[in-house]
């Protein structure tokens, strides 16, 4: 079955404590991409990648690191979480060429730090 | 600065009836616009795009949504709601310039009430 996965699915942390959170997906989509979900603001996007090592920022990347070492992973990674990253993340993957650039959507991790 | 925007934070709709959330952009040149779904607890889903050609196109579950130019709009549009399809809508847009980058609306929450 074609799908992103992500894990954790649900992650309660305290302030400061490294943590990432992975993404994958099966449909060999040279294009990921991580955002974060907060209400009345939509999707924001933090990081996104064209291909393996080809990483760039999105709206909101302060405080994230990502990494692209194969074409299936993904993984988000927060160096020192804060509150403020409170929120829901998800994960999102396509083909970039021609018009197959509908993004497939993992399942979201719902991150709390305290 | 390019901006999506979805007018209205909550649509209620008795099943049956006909259903519109809307969607107005603005961006330079002639962008690809989707739709997605997200029902609780669940990542989004891809409903329809636009790409070029006749300005109605078709999707899942039997949505549609028309594309108007001069009034920059893409509203997604069902002939009659069923409860199931209750759900948060996003409507996104990705300029020709853009990257593959995507600018997002904050979200319409749709309520069919039985």
């Known amino acids: 079955e074609a799908q992103v996965t992500q894990n954790p699915r649900y992650l309660i942390t305290v302030t400061g404590k490294k943590l990432t959170v992975t993404c994958s997906q099966n449909m060999n989509h040279e294009y990921m991409s991580w955002y974060r979900q907060d209400p009345g603001l939509g999707l924001r996007q933090i990081y996104y990648?064209?291909?393996?090592?080809?990483?760039d920022k999105g709206d909101v990347p302060e405080g994230y690191k990502v990494s692209r070492k194969e074409k299936r992973n993904f993984p988000l990674i927060l160096e020192s979480p804060s509150p403020n990253q409170t929120s829901l993340y998800f994960c999102?993957?396509?083909?970039?060429?021609?018009?197959?650039?509908?993004?497939?959507f993992g399942p979201g991790t719902r991150l709390t730090v305290l | 600065a390019q901006s999506v925007a979805q007018p209205e934070d909550q649509v209620n709709v008795a099943e049956g009836n006909p259903l519109t959330v809307k969607c107005t952009y603005s961006?330079?040149?002639?962008?690809?616009l989707f739709w997605y779904v997200q029902y609780p607890n669940r990542g989004l889903q891809f409903l329809l795009k636009?790409?070029?050609?006749d300005n109605l196109v078709k999707g899942s579950y039997g949505f549609e949504a028309e594309f108007n130019k001069s009034q920059t709009s893409f509203h997604l549009k069902k002939p009659s709601a069923l409860v199931s399809d209750s759900a948060l809508y996003f409507c996104?847009?990705?300029?020709?310039?853009?990257?593959?980058?995507?600018?997002w609306g904050a979200g319409t929450k749709l309520i069919i009430k039985p």
């Open positions: 990648s064209m291909n393996v090592e080809v990483t």
């Open positions: 636009y790409i070029t050609g």
């Open positions: 999102a993957s396509s083909f970039l060429a021609g018009d197959y650039n509908e993004q497939f």
């Open positions: 996104a847009v990705r300029p020709m310039d853009s990257n593959y980058q995507l600018i």
């Open positions: 961006v330079s040149g002639n962008p690809y």
